[in-house]
């Protein structure tokens, strides 16, 4: 028998011709029977988009403006006063303590070189290098007992993020829009407002859908101008041309899809495009600041070079929320807080940057009624230790060194959308390195958001690969009611 390539009744060329044949049927009937196979109904029931939904119970808050100070602002020179801790300057540190970089690490204790006082009527301390937010401390819940327990940078950013400390899953962000959907059908439902300084560490996956849907991803806003490219149309497509081109296009996208049941990228795919016509108009009336007022650009420091970029960003996501943006969350550059060394220069220029447009966000809402349902957060994935970090050749000026990270108690603020104002939750021990009263878990701040958002953290579910996956996982997660108002 003539078994050569022109054969076509050859073995060879039998499973070739049949590999999108019996295989793939084999291979569907093995799915079905371990239940990994959806049917062709199921598929064509499921559909995901950006309408708004209702919650699962009433919500105090409708949006949320998330400001991540990526790097880990230093807790005990900003909102923590430790007078022990200055009190023992100098001396060895005989507690345990966790030391991410072993190489320029030491044990001598650095008290806090800049000076606390008490702002408001509620007494809240608050260093001088954040006056501006220490007069808005009747407003904030400020939070003293963070913990993620994990001592680098990528796997908090990932407990603070996501809920545990691994990639590849969706972020807060992604997980509110799923469950809420949009009150603007013309804007993103979630948007990322990045530093011009550079993305933060992990880059894109502080914004990631992971295996959400990618509608739910994070649209990212440039930091410089055009904040969105591409939105004009050519000269050639603007006015009724691109209405019937958009329209055509438009059949021919739902023509498409229909033969695709269940490809939800392509769904994704699709709405996106659809969104970004949308949004030729919409956008860039969000995103031009130029009609507020003298008075309002002043509050955000917009007049000032230092504050100016991030006073813009935080002008801008008062004014996405304003149009029914679900979720804005603003970052700052490449560990931009992670003080080693320099601290005495480096975290007085951070907090510069940054101080005065945060807390005229908060006034700014406020003013115009909208803190009450918008969630309002300040903070990053770690504190800094209590201890001297590269104290390089032994020199004795302070301002040179640094901290290394902590985990293990740190400080946020939050304000709005049903936390309490002018409130102070939890302590760390009297050196500021492990929380120790009123612990705040990554999973708990989350159980508490959706909470606030009016969803069940056990009902917010997505099915994939047969389990229902969630944002808190842990067991012991709990909603930190004395933290609402």
């Given at each position: 028998?003539?078994?050569?390539a022109?054969?076509?009744?050859?073995?060879?060329?039998?499973?070739?011709?049949?590999?999108y044949?019996?295989?793939s049927?084999?291979?569907?009937?093995?799915?079905?029977?371990?239940?990994?196979?959806?049917?062709?109904?199921?598929?064509?029931?499921q559909?995901?988009?950006?309408?708004?939904?209702p919650?699962h119970?009433?919500?105090q808050?409708?949006?949320?403006?998330s400001?991540f100070?990526?790097g880990g602002?230093?807790?005990?020179?900003?909102?923590d006063?430790?007078?022990e801790?200055t009190?023992?300057?100098?001396?060895?540190y005989?507690?345990?303590i966790?030391q991410?970089?072993?190489?320029g690490a030491?044990?001598?204790?650095?008290?806090?070189?800049?000076?606390?006082?008490k702002?408001?009527?509620?007494?809240?301390?608050?260093?001088e290098?954040?006056?501006?937010m220490?007069?808005i401390?009747?407003?904030?819940?400020l939070i003293?007992?963070m913990?993620?327990?994990?001592n680098?940078?990528?796997?908090s950013?990932?407990a603070?993020?996501?809920g545990?400390?691994?990639?590849?899953?969706?972020?807060?962000g992604?997980w509110v829009?799923y469950?809420l959907g949009?009150?603007?059908?013309?804007?993103p439902?979630?948007?990322?407002l990045?530093?011009?300084?550079?993305?933060p560490v992990?880059?894109v996956d502080?914004?990631s859908?992971g295996?959400?849907p990618?509608?739910?991803?994070?649209?990212?806003?440039?930091?410089?101008?055009?904040?969105?490219l591409?939105l004009?149309?050519?000269?050639?497509l603007?006015?009724e041309?691109?209405?019937?081109?958009?329209?055509?296009l438009?059949?021919?996208?739902?023509?498409?899809?229909?033969?695709?049941?269940?490809?939800?990228?392509l769904?994704a795919r699709?709405q996106?495009?659809?969104?970004?016509a949308?949004?030729?108009?919409a956008?860039?009336?969000?995103?031009?600041?130029s009609?507020?007022?003298?008075?309002?650009r002043?509050?955000?420091?917009i007049?000032?070079?230092?504050?100016?970029?991030?006073?813009?960003?935080?002008?801008?996501?008062?004014?996405?929320v304003?149009?029914g943006?679900r979720?804005?969350?603003?970052f700052?550059?490449n560990?931009?807080w992670?003080?080693?060394?320099s601290?005495?220069?480096?975290?007085?220029?951070?907090c510069?940057?940054?101080?005065?447009?945060?807390?005229?966000?908060?006034?700014?809402?406020k003013?115009?009624?909208?803190l009450?349902?918008?969630?309002?957060?300040?903070?990053g994935?770690?504190?800094r230790?209590?201890?001297i970090?590269?104290?390089?050749?032994?020199?004795?000026d302070?301002?040179?060194?640094?901290?290394?990270?902590?985990?293990y108690?740190?400080?946020?603020?939050?304000?709005g959308?049903?936390?309490?104002?002018?409130?102070?939750?939890?302590a760390?021990?009297e050196f500021?390195?492990?929380?120790?009263?009123?612990?705040v878990?990554?999973?708990?701040y989350?159980?508490t958001?959706?909470h606030?958002?009016?969803?069940?953290?056990?009902k917010?579910?997505y099915?994939r690969?047969?389990?229902?996956?969630v944002?808190?996982e842990n067991a012991?997660?709990?909603?930190?009611?004395?933290?609402l108002?």
């Open positions: 028998m003539n078994t050569g022109c054969n076509p009744f050859s073995r060879r060329h039998f499973l070739s011709s049949n590999a044949g019996i295989g049927v084999a291979l569907a009937w093995l799915l079905k029977q371990e239940g990994l196979l959806a049917s062709s109904e199921r598929l064509k029931a559909h995901f988009d950006l309408l708004a939904k919650a119970k009433p919500p808050a409708k949006a949320m403006i400001m100070m990526q602002p230093s807790h005990i020179d900003l909102f006063p430790k007078p801790l009190k023992h300057d100098g001396k060895s005989t507690g345990e966790k991410d970089d072993a190489a030491s044990l001598e204790m650095m008290g806090s070189p800049w000076k606390f006082k702002h408001g009527q509620s007494g809240i301390e608050m260093s290098l954040v006056p501006h220490g007069s401390a009747d407003d904030i819940t003293r007992s913990h993620t327990g994990v680098n940078h990528g796997q950013i990932y603070m993020m996501n545990r400390i691994v990639g590849g899953r969706p972020t807060l992604s829009t469950g949009s009150e603007n059908q013309d804007l439902a979630y948007v990322a990045t530093d011009p300084r550079g993305v992990l880059g502080n914004w859908n295996w959400l990618s509608l739910y991803q994070g649209t990212v806003i440039r930091p410089r101008e055009p904040r969105i591409n004009d149309a050519p000269m050639s603007r006015g041309a691109q209405d019937r081109y958009l329209g055509f438009g059949q021919l996208n739902q023509e498409h899809l229909a033969r695709r049941p269940g490809e939800f990228d769904e699709i996106s495009f659809e969104l970004a949308r949004m030729q108009t956008a860039k009336e969000a995103l031009d600041i009609k507020e007022s003298e008075g309002t002043k509050l955000y420091g007049d000032d070079p230092a504050t100016k970029e991030f006073g813009t960003r935080c002008l801008i996501a008062r004014r996405l304003e149009r943006v979720f804005v969350s603003l700052t550059g560990q931009t992670d003080h080693h060394a601290i005495g220069t480096g975290l007085p220029a951070a510069k940057y940054v101080d005065k447009p945060a807390a005229a966000l908060v006034i700014d809402l003013d115009r009624g909208l009450d349902s918008t969630v309002v957060h300040w903070g994935e770690m504190g230790l209590p201890v970090q590269n104290r390089a050749g032994g020199s004795s302070r301002s040179k060194v640094g901290r290394d990270h902590n985990t108690g740190f400080s946020m603020w939050v304000a959308g049903g936390f309490k104002g002018g409130h102070v939750h939890g760390t021990d500021g390195h492990h929380a120790v009263e009123n612990v878990n990554h999973y708990d989350h159980a958001l959706l606030l958002f009016g969803l069940d953290p056990k917010l579910t099915k690969n047969g389990t229902d996956q944002l808190v012991e997660a709990r909603v930190v009611t004395e933290l108002a």
